[in-house]
Every structure is written in structure tokens, then in C-alpha cells.
């Protein structure tokens, strides 16, 4: 057989495509078959939820929504005089109450609409089915519907979070745990950000978004000799609220997770004081580290800020990141001391200071040569890619503009998502 025509490899395609769509009718005959055993034959009365017997109050038509087109359906309404409800037993038995989507097809819009913006979603959909099943709008909605369960789903787990966490959580106990926190603007229509300018240090349009990551270390690389994050060992957690409420569902996921068990804890993150607060109140034992890119940064501005009075801004920057590599932050306070500023440039005499402060303060979260001889992660892969995953991929693409129940059921789905956890929202159906 020739797989190609005129140069075009068509053969395959053709019949992948044929394969599909035959799968489909026999597909569409079985779900057939489920509708109706689902619908047919109402009888005059069934039980409430409550225990009452409801009385046939009708026939009503429904269209029912599935990842293999649309199905017609009529099925029995029942109405209960004494809760004074109605309900449709038969759209509980298919999880249609409330929402024309199947299970399968509302999973479907909501991970697409959690990954890409909602009217790529529906033809992304549409390309892998060869069917137009979703619009916009129906993604939109359908992200909104499954993102709010999994934020409920999140909040109930953490809630019931306790210390001592699930005992066979590890069948070999790590031996290094961190928590990452970071946080992140989340580009916002005018009216989320009312009155709000400046008040918590965003920028004006954006409001901020709190991630924590927590992951498992046991070995080194041994080649390279770096820290190694145990594989499938990260979750995350993504909120609007405030750092106290964020130091709260943090605290629970550790607990959630077990890794209270594990031996070396360590918090990661830049320098923001909120970060700092909670590692001091919820993780008292953890060795604290400021992500050493975040140092180095903020390094190469104190040079740029100071250039002026330098030779060599380039040595001097040099000299004094080979002293930050050993934790001498110090070196830093006596590099800028020497410069005179109050003296030979006034002006800069303040913003230095503020600088020196930030090594001289966090002077216990930048003994990097310690941390390296331990095989800590010193940073910043895992800071950065935190809030990359979680927000920045899916929320902070050109011209995109939020509102906070817009986006936060995105953020719950990519956190589950991100952790591996979809299962917990959408188990696996027993047939
Ligand atoms: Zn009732």
C-alpha cells in the first residue's frame, strides 16, 4: 500500500480519522444506552433526599452535553409537598444537576480552560474530537464550575490537616523538605484594584497572588553534585489572601503531606518580610534561605546605584559576590562604607543603606558556602518556576485582565493540576 500521495502522507490520516469517527457512532449508541436507562420509565413516586416520597410532577426534555455530542433526553421531574423542592433523580444518577455538560466533557472544558485562554480551549477541543462541542463561554463557565469545586476540595483537605500527618505518607522518609513562597501580581480589571494603589507594594492593575511550594529532597546529582528534588515529590498552593490566612493553608498542606516526619526542613524565598514572618512563627525549626539569584540582583543594583563613585563597578561587584558566596554580607557593609556617601554623594547615601540592610539583615539566610557543603538548594528554580506554573503561564499573557472570582478557580485547578492531584476532583469512575 502507498501511505503517500503526491508527496503527502495521507493514508494514515485518512484513517485515523474514519477510526475515529466509527468509534464515535458506537460510541454515541452506548451513551445512548446509559441516557435512557437513566430516564426511562419515571416512576409515579420516589424518595426525597430527605426521606419524604415526592410525587411525578412531570416529563421535562433535557439536552445532555458529552465529549461525543449532544443527547436528548426526556426524564421524570419530582416535587416533595413537604421540603417544598424540586428535583431530577435522573440527572443525579448522570451528574447533570445543574450544568448540561457531562462529567467527562465538563473535566475536559475545565483542564483546557485552566491551561489556555478559553476561546483557544474550545478549538483545541474541537480539533482533538473533530466535534464543535464547547464555545467560549461554556469553557468559561465550566472552568468557573469545576475551579470553584476544586477550591472547596482544597479548603476541606487543609482544613482537616493535622500534625503528625498521614502515617504511610513516606515509605522512605526524605530527608530534606522545603517550602518556597513567593508571590506574584495577577493583572487585574480597574475595578479589583480600587482604592487598593500601593497599599501592600503592587503595582497599580495587579493584585497579588501567594504560591507556596513544597518539595522533597533526598540526594545529589552525582555528577554535578547539586540537590536533587525528589521526582513527583511537589505540590503547591495558590491564594488572594492575605499572608496570614497564606501562612495558615501553608502550615496545613505541610501537615497534609507529612512533612512534619522529615528531619531537615528549609524555607525558601527573596527577601519579603511577610515570607520571613511566617517561617518564624509556623516553621520555628526550618533553616531559612533567601533565594541567591534574588541576592545577586539586588547586588548588581547596589553596584549600578554606586557606580558613579567606582573605578571598576564591574571588579567591585565581583570581589563582593565571591564574599556573599561565603556569606560574608558584612564585606558588603564595609565595600559601601568605604565609598563615604554621606560625603562624596548625599544623595545615594539612603537607597545604599537601604541596600546594605537587606544583606546585612537577612546576614543568616546567605551562608551559601554552608548551604552548598549541606546540599541545599540555595535557589531559584524552584521560587521562580512556582509562580510561572501556577499564574504567569495562564494569567499574565498579553492584554489579559482578571477579576478575582475569574481567576482564582483557575489558580485552584492549575494547583491541583501542578500537584498531580486531578484524581482527587475527578476519580477515576469504577465500571
Ligand atoms: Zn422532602
Known amino acids: 500500500m502507498d501511505l503517500v500521495d503526491g508527496g503527502r502522507p495521507v493514508v494514515l490520516e485518512a484513517v485515523e480519522r474514519a477510526a475515529q469517527e466509527s468509534a464515535a457512532v458506537i460510541g454515541r449508541t452506548v451513551i445512548a444506552g446509559v441516557v435512557n436507562l437513566a430516564a426511562e420509565d419515571p416512576p409515579a413516586g420516589v424518595d426525597c433526599p430527605q426521606g419524604h416520597r415526592a410525587r411525578l410532577a412531570g416529563v421535562r426534555p433535557k439536552t445532555v452535553r458529552t465529549l461525543l455530542g449532544g443527547f436528548r433526553l426526556s426524564r421524570g421531574y419530582y416535587y416533595c409537598d413537604s421540603c417544598r423542592r424540586g428535583f431530577v433523580p435522573a440527572d443525579e444518577r448522570l451528574g447533570v444537576v445543574g450544568t448540561s455538560l457531562s462529567p467527562g466533557l465538563a473535566r475536559a472544558c475545565a483542564l483546557a480552560g485552566a491551561e489556555m485562554p478559553y476561546a483557544k480551549s474550545g478549538a483545541f477541543i474541537s480539533t482533538v474530537t473533530g466535534l464543535d462541542l464547547a464555545s467560549a463561554s461554556t469553557i468559561s463557565r465550566a472552568t468557573k464550575t469545576q475551579g470553584g469545586r476544586a477550591r472547596d476540595l482544597i479548603s476541606t483537605e487543609l482544613e482537616a490537616a493535622r500534625p503528625g500527618g498521614p502515617a ?5 522518609l526524605p530527608d530534606k523538605c522545603y517550602v518556597v513562597m513567593d508571590g506574584t501580581g495577577a493583572p487585574m480589571l480597574p475595578r479589583e484594584c480600587e482604592g487598593r494603589q500601593g497599599k501592600t507594594g503592587e503595582r ?13 529532597q533526598t540526594g545529589v546529582d552525582p555528577v ?42 528549609i524555607v525558601l524565598g527573596d527577601g519579603a518580610r511577610w515570607i520571613w514572618n511566617i517561617a518564624d512563627t509556623k516553621f520555628p525549626e526550618a533553616t531559612q534561605i533567601v533565594d541567591y539569584y534574588h541576592a545577586r540582583e539586588h547586588l548588581a543594583d547596589l553596584t549600578k546605584l ?32 568605604k565609598l563615604n556617601l554621606d560625603q562624596n554623594a548625599p544623595a545615594l547615601a539612603r537607597p545604599a543603606n537601604t541596600e546594605v540592610g537587606y544583606f546585612t539583615g537577612n546576614h ?46 483557575v489558580l485552584a485547578l492549575r494547583t491541583l493540576h501542578q500537584s498531580h492531584r486531578d484524581h482527587t476532583l475527578w476519580p477515576t469512575p469504577q465500571t
Not at 565571591?322 to 559601601?336: E, F, N, P, R, Y
Request: charged share 20%.
Open 224 to 265: 554535578s553534585g547539586q540537590p536533587l528534588q525528589d521526582r513527583g515529590s511537589v505540590s503547591y498552593i495558590s491564594t488572594f489572601e492575605p499572608a496570614e490566612r497564606f501562612a495558615h493553608l501553608v502550615k496545613a498542606e505541610y501537615w497534609r503531606r507529612g512533612l512534619d516526619q522529615i528531619r531537615q526542613p
Open 204 to 216: 497599580a492593575g495587579t493584585r497579588e497572588v501567594k504560591i507556596g511550594c513544597l518539595f522533597t
Open 364 to 409: 543568616h539566610r546567605m551562608q551559601y558556602a554552608e548551604f552548598l557543603a549541606n546540599s541545599y538548594y540555595i535557589g531559584s528554580g524552584p521560587v521562580e518556576s512556582a509562580c510561572n506554573t501556577i499564574v504567569k503561564q495562564r494569567a499574565k499573557r498579553a492584554g489579559m485582565h482578571w477579576t478575582i472570582p475569574g481567576l482564582d478557580p
Open 168 to 172: 504511610a505518607a513516606f515509605t522512605h
Open 306 to 337: 554606586v557606580t558613579p563613585l567606582l573605578d571598576d563597578p564591574t571588579s567591585w561587584e565581583k570581589t563582593l559576590a565571591d564574599q556573599l558566596d561565603l556569606g560574608d554580607t558584612s564585606a558588603i557593609a564595609t565595600a559601601v562604607d
